[in-house]
């Protein structure tokens, strides 16, 4: 089965800038999450989608983040303005229902000059 | 609440030593947890998980976990580490029989010495 995927995989703007990300989860699967990943740290969850539904978006910051997944298959996250604070890896994963393993993606690397 | 902690954020064995990675668990609900590993510049891939059947619970590539209730731990072991080993191992629990969304650990780097 393909994977997880994730465009584009590095990318890098100035402050201020709007970014957006893409991610295709394997096919079949009902969630999906986005987690931001900083260097030297674990993943944290951003939100995490039932089909079309966010679930659980509490941890995602709502004044400058927004994310869809309109059709309950692929999604976007975009940033709008984004901050240096910003710079950090953004993946993706998906899996086939709440409980089940999780596969990721390679993941967005975002570069805020 | 749910939360992970791995002790020791870099960790280096000789090629055909005992590689023991230490995670414990904090949940209020029964867990599911995981381990998983990560290579430069890519995702993370799934090694073992546990889901309240055995406790010893053996992954991918020689790598086990048990999982200790009394003591709320999930170590990593493999009994000898090889050079493609070396990676990023990221422990990971789910609260609620697994339907909570994951919460990491902070990593642990393991470096395999020739």
């Known amino acids: 089965e393909a994977g997880v995927v994730q465009s584009p995989r590095y990318k890098i703007i100035e402050k201020k800038q709007p970014v957006a990300f893409w991610c295709n989860p394997i096919?079949?699967?009902?969630?999906l999450y986005w987690y931001l990943q900083n260097l030297g740290q674990g993943p944290e969850l951003l939100i995490r989608?039932?089909?079309?539904?966010?679930?659980?978006d509490s941890q995602l910051p709502k004044d400058r983040f927004s994310a869809e997944r309109l059709k309950g298959v692929d999604s976007t996250l975009k940033i709008q303005p984004a901050e240096l604070g910003d710079s950090a890896v953004y993946l993706c994963?998906?899996?086939?229902?709440?409980?089940?393993?999780?596969?990721f993606g390679n993941g967005t690397r975002l570069t805020v000059t | 609440a749910q939360s992970v902690t791995q002790l020791g954020s870099h960790v280096s064995v000789s090629e055909g030593a005992l590689v023991l990675l230490r995670c414990n668990y904090s949940?209020?609900?029964?867990?599911?947890l995981f381990w998983y590993v990560q290579y430069p510049n890519q995702g993370l891939q799934l090694l073992l998980k546990?889901?309240?059947?055995?406790?010893l619970v053996k992954g991918i590539n020689g790598f086990e976990a048990e999982f200790k209730k009394s003591e709320t731990s999930f170590h990593l072991t493999k009994p000898s580490a090889h050079m493609s080993d070396a990676a990023e191992y990221f422990c990971?629990?789910?609260?609620?029989?697994?339907?909570?969304?994951?919460?990491f650990g902070s990593g642990t780097r393991l470096q395999v010495q020739p």
């Open positions: 994963a998906s899996s086939f229902r709440g409980n089940s393993p999780l596969h």
């Open positions: 096919s079949g699967h009902n969630t």
């Open positions: 989608y039932e089909n079309e539904e966010a679930v659980d």
């Open positions: 949940s209020s609900v029964p867990p599911y």
């Open positions: 546990y889901t309240s059947a055995a406790t």
């Open positions: 990971a629990v789910s609260g609620d029989t697994g339907r909570r969304a994951l919460t």
